[in-house]
């Protein structure tokens, strides 16, 4: 194939929505700060430990949790349910016991369904 015969590629280019939060727990209310909190519907304390992210727009497929991480020593975070617009997290000591805490978490999602 010769140079001159070369077109360019017509092809749909898919977007992907990264979304870098971080939320305090540890205060009666939990708030979401950084640059993509302003995507942030509600967050719901719904127990010690335990919080519902909701986006203000719905995604097409579920969410997907790229990442997380506890801002406090000697806790871990567990993803507990993921949904087209929200997610329920769970943060917990090392020994099993439900506490507050400040965490942040990396969500994804596609626009075009056909991707998953």
Known sequence: MMYSQR??????QNNMTLLF?????????????????KFISAIQDIGAGNYKITLKDSAR?????????????????????????????LIKTFAGVATDGSFGITLAYHDDPTLY
């Not at 939060?21 to 979401?32: F, Q, R, S, Y």
Request: hydrophobic share 45%; proline share 4%; glycine share 6%.
């Open 61 to 89: 497929r579920n969410l997907d949790v790229v990442g997380h991480e506890v801002f406090t020593d000697a806790l871990y975070l567990r993803v507990t349910a993921v949904d087209k617009n929200s997610v329920t997290v």
């Open 21 to 37: 939060l971080k939320v305090d727990g540890t205060l009666a209310t939990p708030i979401a700060a950084g640059l993509d909190a």
């Open 7 to 12: 077109q360019p590629l017509k092809t749909r």
